[in-house]
């Protein structure tokens, strides 16, 4: 079984700069992608960022510019660099692994961003 566990949020002001982590339990070579998604009370989950097994990444609209998805096969680690934050960033951002047709999720972070 796939564990993921993020790390990193928190309260930041608008304009403000975090960078959320994600260590597997697995190596992350094994999946053929991962990715960070979001959700607020009442909304869906949406995506954020996504990297694939070849290293290609997707970003959002919303975000593009102003977030970066990186990983770290050797820590076995994805990560979220979010810089320029505003207000609509408030959310809880969970971390996704999709190895063949199986989804693994983490338990969330909340990210606050003050205005």
């Known amino acids: 079984q796939v564990q993921l566990l993020e790390s990193g949020g928190g309260l930041v002001q608008s304009g403000g700069s975090l960078r959320l982590s994600c260590i597997a339990s697995e190596n992350i070579l094994m999946f053929n992608s991962m990715g960070w998604y979001r959700q607020t009370p009442g909304k869906e989950r949406e995506l954020v960022a996504k990297?694939?097994?070849?290293?290609?990444?997707h970003l959002a609209d919303s975000i593009a510019g102003r977030f970066a998805i990186s990983r770290d096969s050797d820590r076995k680690t994805l990560f979220l660099q979010m810089n320029s934050l505003k207000p609509e960033d408030t959310a809880v951002y969970y971390c996704?692994?999709?190895?063949?047709?199986?989804?693994?999720w983490g338990q969330g972070t909340q990210v606050t961003v003050s205005s």
């Open positions: 996704n692994a999709n190895v063949l047709s199986r989804q693994y």
């Open positions: 990297i694939t097994l070849a290293g290609i990444t």
